[in-house]
């Protein structure tokens, strides 16, 4: 029997190939189907994964916020200007997302404010996680995923009106109404900032009749941009809400943190 052979049906293996990663379990399924060196695979140690820097694609330029320019590269022509980031995974309709949406506002972004290198250094990036035990994250998620749409400049005061607003989204209050109503309650919401809440609405809009091709699970005007929302949260693997991940690693922070702790970890990591 084959080393690569020995390796595969191996009960560490097995294990190894359940809990690893997708780039781990490729790298595992190259190294013994194409009888690599084996000696680089070592399963006696735990696999540790590390998050990935997320990318921001244009289209969702709206769910940063920059409360200062940034400072120019020192070597402009070999460096581009970058900045820390500072992402932070919130559900609409999660208690728990709205008390870290509001801190932000209420605490971190003063403090921020209030010191013109940590405000020129940092990127804050809203990242949307929809929690499919409560059936309207989706549907508040795209309501935000339309705003990124018709008017990203207005993201981040949709997201406060809808955090405030949270309850009216909840199972209870969902339960005997058609998601079309749900979205139209959501239409009269974004007007409220300054969005056309018809144009909002047609975004959202599901037909009542198939499409021209027969199709019966037609979606909407948002329902790629939120497949590519859900494809990039699973790659980093954030499961609760909020999570905050600072220039790709996930933090240990913490929602009792007043304006004290918060000042703390701001002085140590914006360096």
Known sequence: MSASSCLTSSPSYMYAMRIASPLIRLHLLHKTQFHLPLQSI???????????????????????????????????????????????????????????????????????????????????????????WHPSSTLVHEAGLAVLQIAPDKFWDFSQKLFDDQKAYFDVNIVNETRNATYRRLADLAGTVGIDKDKFYKTLVIPD???????????????????????MNRLIGVHVTPTVVFDGVVQDTSLSWGKDEWDAWLKKNLV
């Open 209 to 231: 009749k198939p499409g021209e091709d027969g199709a019966l699970n037609v979606g909407n005007q948002v329902t790629n941009d939120l497949k590519v929302v859900t494809k």
């Open 42 to 132: 070592n399963l006696t140690r735990p696999f540790h994964t590390t998050p990935t820097i997320m990318a921001l694609p244009p289209k969702f330029a709206g769910t940063a916020k920059q409360l200062a320019s940034p400072q120019a590269s020192s070597h402009p022509s070999i460096i581009p200007t970058a900045t820390h980031t500072f992402e932070v995974y919130l559900d609409y309709v999660c208690p728990f997302s709205a008390k870290q949406f509001n801190t932000l506002h209420s605490v971190v972004f003063p403090l921020v404010k209030a010191n013109p290198q940590w405000a020129s250094s940092l990127t804050f990036i809203f990242r949307q996680q929809v929690q499919p």
